[in-house]
């Protein structure tokens, strides 16, 4: 699963904008994804992506996908407390059953 | 509506002791399930995947198993458990004929301390 890689930790204060990195691998992969995890919980799909696209806007939330440089971002519009996460990229690699997740990367919102 | 059951939520077990987690699906057919692993401070791993009624793939080696004894209910299993056994587990479906194209859906997760 670490073949899919992010940054571990991100900080941000209140309000701004968080941006969220993610490197995957498979070329082919026809979606990608997001997921939030809180505290103790299960995996929460957030949004994804078609291959085919170069940017998906769902409220606050902004995926960008570079093909070319096998890049995917989060960006969180106005961040807020309850943004306070682990945030997981992942991709669909080989067997169409499959997702591969990045090892996640922890946002804290400070106030 | 359908929804995703897993438990216990927590477990301490001995060293050696068997285990058993059980995840159960409601309100579709024929789902396919996952069994993930996320070990402290890291990413998920997925450990088995099952397309249908005793059809279960194993992604890693290890100490752990699975079955599917009926068509929504998946169970991990182990007859020993080891320290590295140590993580939480998250089960996970997706519905029929559509892969993992149509997102995971996950349960809430069981957290396995082995002493």
């Known amino acids: 699963g670490e073949d899919v890689e992010q940054s571990l930790f991100l900080s941000v204060r209140e309000g701004d904008s968080s941006v969220i990195n993610c490197t995957y691998t498979?070329?082919?992969?026809?979606?990608l994804y997001w997921y939030k995890q809180e505290p103790g919980a299960g995996l929460q799909l957030l949004t994804y992506?078609?291959?085919?696209?170069d940017m998906k806007q769902d409220q606050r939330l902004t995926v960008l996908l570079n093909k070319k440089d096998k890049h995917l971002s989060l960006r969180i519009a106005d961040t807020q407390t309850g943004d306070s996460a682990i945030y997981f990229c992942a991709e669909i690699r080989g067997s169409s059953y499959k997702l591969i997740f990045g090892s996640g990367t922890r946002l804290l919102v400070r106030p | 509506s359908q929804t995703i059951h897993q438990w216990p939520a927590t477990l301490v077990q001995p060293v050696g002791s068997p285990l058993s987690l059980e995840c159960t699906v409601e309100?579709?057919?024929?789902?396919?399930l996952y069994w993930y692993r996320q070990a402290a401070g890291r990413g998920l791993q997925l450990l088995f995947y099952?397309?249908?009624?005793?059809?279960i793939s194993s992604e890693v080696p290890q100490n752990l198993s699975a079955s599917r004894p009926q068509d929504r209910q998946f169970i991990l299993s182990s007859k020993k458990l080891l320290l590295s056994d140590s993580g939480f587990y998250l089960c996970?479906?997706?519905?029929?004929?559509?892969?993992?194209?149509?997102?995971?859906?996950f349960g809430s997760g069981t957290r396995l301390t082995v002493v």
């Open positions: 992506i078609f291959s085919n696209m």
């Open positions: 996970a479906w997706t519905p029929p004929g559509q892969g993992a194209f149509a997102g995971y859906t």
């Open positions: 498979d070329s082919s992969s026809t979606y």
């Open positions: 099952s397309v249908g009624i005793g059809q």
């Open positions: 309100g579709t057919s024929n789902p396919n």
